[in-house]
Antibody
Framework: QVQLVQSGAEVKKPGASVKVSCKAS????????MHWLRQAPGQGLEWMGI????????RYAQEFQGTVTMTRDTSTSIVYMELSSLRSEDTAVYYC????????????WGQGTLVTVSS | EIVVTQSPDTLSLSPGERATLSCRAS???????LAWYQQKPGQAPRLLIY???SRATGIPDRFSGSGSGTDFTLTINRLESEDFAMYYC???????????FGQGTKLEIK
């Protein structure tokens, strides 16, 4: 069965960076896209960007240009999202979510990773 | 950016009743690019409907989606206790294209 298992909770200071991982299993890794989204406490969902797991191409939402980097390791089926220059407003649960190519919806989600930014 | 607005913010109903949730986009959305998710506290969202009206794998036929253009609807017939949750609609589009979500509708037990 398809599983997306994310790394554990993180506490970071303002200005630092965080790198969250998402290990995929149960399907052919490279045949899909992976997205990253976040949800601030008590808030809705915000899309951050996409990485094509085959070629590694990325596209980021304008709001995150310059601060987010998405990468993947096809040998381990792990996808990474690194967010830099953290601010308190970046405190949120971060999700990876799978998309079949040109499907435009997210059929499987990771369990979420809470990132807390606090001095 | 396409802004998505859901209504109502909160819907209070009893088990067995029908729920009708609305999703309105600020610009026309291709139906292929419209999806609905259910989220329970402490859990990741779960895909319910994609392409505006297609049920995801394992989703009961009590859930149905409809609509086109700027107005879309999620209908849940014969509400069961497990259906009380937050619901989000999601669209893909705009320039540059991006995914945006509505603010959510909380379906609560009356």
């Amino acid at each position: 069965q398809v599983q997306l298992v994310q790394s554990g909770a993180e506490v970071k200071k303002p200005g630092a960076s965080v790198k969250v991982s998402c290990k995929a299993s149960g399907y052919t890794f490279s045949n899909y896209n992976m997205h990253w989204l976040r949800q601030a406490p008590g808030q809705g969902l915000e899309w951050m960007g996409i990485i094509n797991l085959g070629g590694g191409d990325t596209r980021y939402a304008q709001e995150f240009q310059g601060t987010v980097t998405m990468t993947r390791d096809t040998s381990t089926s792990i996808v990474y999202m690194e967010l830099s220059s953290l601010r308190s407003e970046d405190t949120a649960v971060y999700y990876c979510a799978r998309e079949c190519l040109k499907c435009y919806y997210f059929d499987y989600w990771g369990q979420g990773t809470l990132v807390t930014v606090s001095s | 950016e396409i802004v998505v607005t859901q209504s109502p913010d909160t819907l209070s109903l009893s088990p067995g009743e029908r729920a009708t949730l609305s999703c309105r986009a600020s610009q026309s959305v291709t139906s292929t690019y419209l999806a609905w998710y259910q989220q329970k506290p402490g859990q990741a969202p779960r895909l319910l409907i994609y392409g505006a009206s297609s049920r995801a794998t394992g989703i009961p036929d009590r859930f149905s989606g409809s609509g086109s253009g700027t107005d879309f609807t999620l209908t849940i017939n014969r509400l069961e206790s497990e259906d009380f949750a937050m619901y989000y609609c999601q669209q893909y589009g705009g320039s540059p294209p991006k995914y945006t979500f509505g603010q959510g509708t909380k379906l609560e037990i009356k």
